[in-house]
C-alpha cells in the first residue's frame, strides 16, 4: 500500500465518525500523491503525512451563558490549531448549529493549505460553536460571546492564534469576543481580525473573500481568453460572501441573477439588487423571502435551486457540499464555462470530478476564497504598525495577491503534468511552502 492510501485509511481509523474532516484530508493527500510518491522514503521515515494530518493542539470547552428571560444554556466551543509551520494559526470562528469537532478540523485542514497559498506568514486553524446567533437579541449574544472568550482567551495571541470571523460571526460579535479578551487579558493587541474600524480593523475586509473570488475568477478568465464582461453568474448565499461576489461581479459588467439563504432562493433575471440584498440580509437580518418586495419581477422560491439556471459561472458562496453531481450535471448540461469556489469546500467530490471531466475551469475554495485571510493578514500587519491603511492600498495589495495565487497554482499544475487542474495545483503549491517549513523546523 503506497504512503498517501495508508494514512488516509489511518485518519479514517483514528478519526471515526468524522466525514468532513476525512473528505478534506483524502482531497488533499490524493493531489499530492505525485509529490509524495516521488520522496516516499523520506517522507515516510520523517512521518511527514501523519504530522500534517494530526492538528497541533485541538481544544473543547462548554460555554455557559444566560438568555433574556433567565435561563442559562450550555454550547460546545472548539479551537483547532492545526499548523504553526509557516505563522501563528489563522483562521475563523463559526457559530451555527451544525458545527462539530468534524466540521472544525476539516476547516482547519483546508486552511493550512489556503494561508500559504497567500504568501503570507500564517499558519492554519479554526474554531466556533453550535452556538445559533439567529433570533437571538444583541445581549443575549454578547453573552454568548464573553462566555466564549472566556476560556479561549487562554490559547490565542497576536503572536500564536489570531481567530477571525466566519459563518454566524460578524462585527458584532467579533467586538463583544475582543472587548472580553481585552479585558481579561490587558491587552490592546491584534488578536482578532475582522474587527470594527475604530479599534484596529481594516478597511477592505468586509468585501474581501468576496473581491477576491472575483480578482482570481477574472485572471483565470483572461488567462483563457476571455473576461467577466458580459457573462451571466450564479452566486449561492446571502451573506458576507456572496453579497461582495455578487456586487464585484456586477462592477466587472457581469449580471448576477442568483442569490439563496437556508431557506430559499431567489432567480431576477434583470440582475441581483445588490443594495436591496444588503438592506435585506446586513440591516434589516431578514430571509430573501423580502426580497419581491424591492424586485416585483424577481421570482423567490422554497429549497435549493440555484444551479438549475442557464449561467456562464457558477460560484458557490454558501456552505460545504451544497453543491452535489446532480447539481453539476445540470450546470454542465447548460454550459458553464467555470466554477469558482467561494465558500470551503462547497463542492462534493463527485461534482468537482464531473466538472473537471467534462473541461469546466474548476476552482476549489482554499485559492479562490483565500482572499478573505489574505486580508485578515494585512490587517495583521497594520495593527503590528499601529497604521490605518486606505482602502485603495487594502484593495490593490488583495487584488495582486489573488492574481499571484492563480499564477502559483497554474504553475504547480503545468510543473507535475495536471495542466489545468486547479485542485492539484492549489493543494501542491500549498503543500510545498508547509513542507519545506517543517522540513526546516525538525520533528515537532
Same mark, same amino acid.
Given at each position: 500500500?503506497?504512503?498517501?492510501?495508508?494514512?488516509?485509511?489511518?485518519? &479514517?481509523?483514528?478519526?471515526?465518525?468524522?466525514? /468532513?474532516?476525512?473528505?478534506?484530508?483524502?482531497?488533499?493527500?490524493?493531489?499530492?500523491?505525485?509529490?509524495?510518491?516521488?520522496?516516499?522514503?523520506?517522507?515516510?521515515?520523517?512521518?511527514?503525512?501523519? =504530522?500534517?494530518?494530526?492538528? &497541533?493542539?485541538?481544544?473543547?470547552?462548554?460555554?455557559?451563558?444566560?438568555?433574556?428571560?433567565?435561563?442559562?444554556?450550555?454550547?460546545?466551543?472548539? =479551537?483547532?490549531?492545526?499548523?504553526?509551520?509557516?505563522?501563528?494559526?489563522?483562521?475563523?470562528?463559526?457559530?451555527?448549529?451544525?458545527?462539530?469537532?468534524?466540521?472544525?478540523?476539516?476547516?482547519?485542514?483546508?486552511?493550512?493549505?489556503?494561508?500559504?497559498?497567500?504568501?503570507?506568514?500564517?499558519?492554519?486553524?479554526?474554531?466556533?460553536?453550535?452556538?445559533?446567533?439567529?433570533?437571538?437579541?444583541?445581549?443575549?449574544?454578547?453573552?454568548?460571546?464573553?462566555?466564549?472568550?472566556?476560556?479561549?482567551?487562554?490559547?490565542?495571541?497576536?503572536?500564536?492564534?489570531?481567530?477571525?470571523?466566519?459563518?454566524?460571526?460578524?462585527?458584532? *460579535?467579533?467586538?463583544?469576543?475582543?472587548?472580553?479578551?481585552?479585558? %481579561?487579558?490587558?491587552?490592546?493587541?491584534?488578536?482578532? $481580525?475582522?474587527?470594527?474600524?475604530?479599534?484596529?480593523?481594516?478597511?477592505?475586509? $468586509?468585501?474581501? @473573500?468576496?473581491? #477576491?473570488?472575483?480578482?482570481?475568477?477574472?485572471?483565470?478568465?483572461?488567462?483563457?481568453?476571455?473576461?467577466? +464582461?458580459?457573462?451571466?453568474?450564479?452566486?449561492?448565499?446571502?451573506?458576507?460572501?456572496?453579497?461582495?461576489?455578487?456586487?464585484?461581479?456586477?462592477?466587472?459588467?457581469?449580471?448576477?441573477? @442568483?442569490?439563496?439563504?437556508?431557506?430559499?432562493?431567489?432567480?431576477?433575471?434583470?440582475?441581483?439588487?445588490?443594495?436591496?440584498?444588503? /438592506?435585506?440580509?446586513?440591516?434589516?437580518?431578514?430571509?430573501?423571502?423580502?426580497?419581491?418586495?424591492?424586485?416585483?419581477?424577481?421570482?423567490?422560491?422554497?429549497?435549493?435551486?440555484?444551479?438549475?439556471?442557464?449561467?456562464?459561472?457558477?460560484?458557490?458562496?454558501? @456552505?460545504?457540499?451544497?453543491?452535489? %453531481? +446532480?447539481?453539476?450535471?445540470?450546470?454542465?448540461?447548460?454550459?458553464?464555462?467555470?466554477?469558482?469556489?467561494?465558500?470551503?469546500?462547497?463542492? $462534493? *467530490? *463527485?461534482?468537482?470530478?464531473?466538472?473537471?471531466?467534462?473541461?469546466?475551469?474548476?476552482?476549489?475554495?482554499?485559492?479562490?476564497?483565500?482572499?478573505?485571510?489574505?486580508?485578515?493578514?494585512?490587517?495583521?500587519?497594520?495593527?503590528?504598525?499601529?497604521?490605518?491603511?486606505?482602502?485603495?492600498?487594502?484593495?490593490?495589495?488583495?487584488?495582486?495577491?489573488?492574481?499571484?495565487?492563480?499564477?502559483?497554482?497554474?504553475?504547480?499544475?503545468?510543473?507535475? #503534468?495536471? *495542466?489545468?487542474?486547479?485542485?492539484?495545483?492549489?493543494?501542491?503549491?500549498?503543500?510545498?511552502?508547509?513542507?519545506?517549513?517543517?522540513?526546516?523546523?525538525?520533528?515537532?
Amino acid at each position: 500500500m503506497s504512503y498517501v492510501d495508508e494514512v488516509i485509511e489511518q485518519v &479514517e481509523k483514528q478519526n471515526p465518525n468524522e466525514p /468532513e474532516f476525512h473528505q478534506a484530508v483524502r482531497e488533499v493527500l490524493e493531489s499530492i500523491r505525485v509529490v509524495v510518491d516521488q520522496n516516499e522514503e523520506k517522507f515516510r521515515r520523517d512521518a511527514l503525512l501523519e =504530522r500534517l494530518v494530526n492538528p &497541533e493542539r485541538q481544544i473543547k470547552f462548554r460555554v455557559p451563558w444566560i438568555d433574556d428571560h433567565g435561563q442559562v444554556h450550555v454550547n460546545t466551543g472548539y =479551537r483547532v490549531q492545526f499548523n504553526s509551520a509557516i505563522g501563528p494559526y489563522k483562521g475563523g470562528l463559526r457559530l451555527h448549529p451544525s458545527v462539530n469537532l468534524s466540521i472544525i478540523k476539516f476547516l482547519g485542514f483546508e486552511q493550512i493549505f489556503k494561508n500559504s497559498l497567500t504568501g503570507l506568514p500564517i499558519g492554519g486553524g479554526k474554531g466556533g460553536s453550535d452556538f445559533d446567533p439567529k433570533g437571538k437579541s444583541d445581549r443575549e449574544v454578547m453573552a454568548f460571546c464573553q462566555a466564549f472568550m472566556s476560556e479561549l482567551c487562554k490559547y490565542i495571541g497576536a503572536n500564536t492564534d489570531v481567530p477571525a470571523g466566519d459563518i454566524g460571526t460578524g462585527a458584532r *460579535e467579533i467586538g463583544y469576543m475582543y472587548g472580553q479578551y481585552k479585558k %481579561l487579558r490587558g491587552l490592546f493587541e491584534g488578536v482578532l $481580525t475582522g474587527k470594527g474600524i475604530s479599534y484596529g480593523g481594516s478597511l477592505a475586509r $468586509t468585501e474581501a @473573500t468576496g473581491y #477576491g473570488l472575483l480578482y482570481l475568477t477574472e485572471e483565470m478568465l483572461r488567462c483563457h481568453g476571455q473576461d467577466m +464582461e458580459g457573462k451571466t453568474v450564479s452566486v449561492s448565499g446571502a451573506g458576507n460572501v456572496a453579497i461582495y461576489a455578487i456586487e464585484k461581479a456586477e462592477q466587472m459588467g457581469a449580471k448576477v441573477v @442568483t442569490c439563496s439563504d437556508s431557506t430559499g432562493w431567489v432567480y431576477d433575471p434583470d440582475g441581483i439588487d445588490v443594495a436591496a440584498l444588503k /438592506e435585506i440580509k446586513e440591516v434589516k437580518r431578514q430571509r430573501l423571502t423580502e426580497y419581491k418586495k424591492y424586485r416585483p419581477k424577481a421570482e423567490y422560491r422554497v429549497g435549493k435551486g440555484v444551479w438549475s439556471v442557464k449561467t456562464d459561472i457558477a460560484l458557490p458562496c454558501a @456552505t460545504q457540499n451544497e453543491l452535489n %453531481l +446532480e447539481d453539476a450535471k445540470k450546470l454542465v448540461a447548460n454550459g458553464v464555462l467555470a466554477v469558482c469556489e467561494g465558500a470551503n469546500m462547497p463542492t $462534493t *467530490e *463527485e461534482a468537482t470530478k464531473y466538472f473537471q471531466d467534462h473541461g469546466v475551469y474548476f476552482v476549489p475554495g482554499k485559492a479562490a476564497n483565500a482572499g478573505g485571510v489574505a486580508t485578515s493578514a494585512l490587517e495583521m500587519s497594520q495593527d503590528s504598525e499601529r497604521l490605518a491603511w486606505t482602502f485603495e492600498r487594502v484593495n490593490s495589495e488583495l487584488n495582486a495577491i489573488m492574481v499571484r495565487l492563480y499564477h502559483n497554482i497554474d504553475d504547480a499544475a503545468k510543473k507535475y #503534468g495536471f *495542466e489545468g487542474n486547479y485542485v492539484v495545483g492549489a493543494n501542491i503549491a500549498g503543500f510545498e511552502k508547509v513542507v519545506d517549513a517543517m522540513n526546516a523546523q525538525g520533528i515537532v
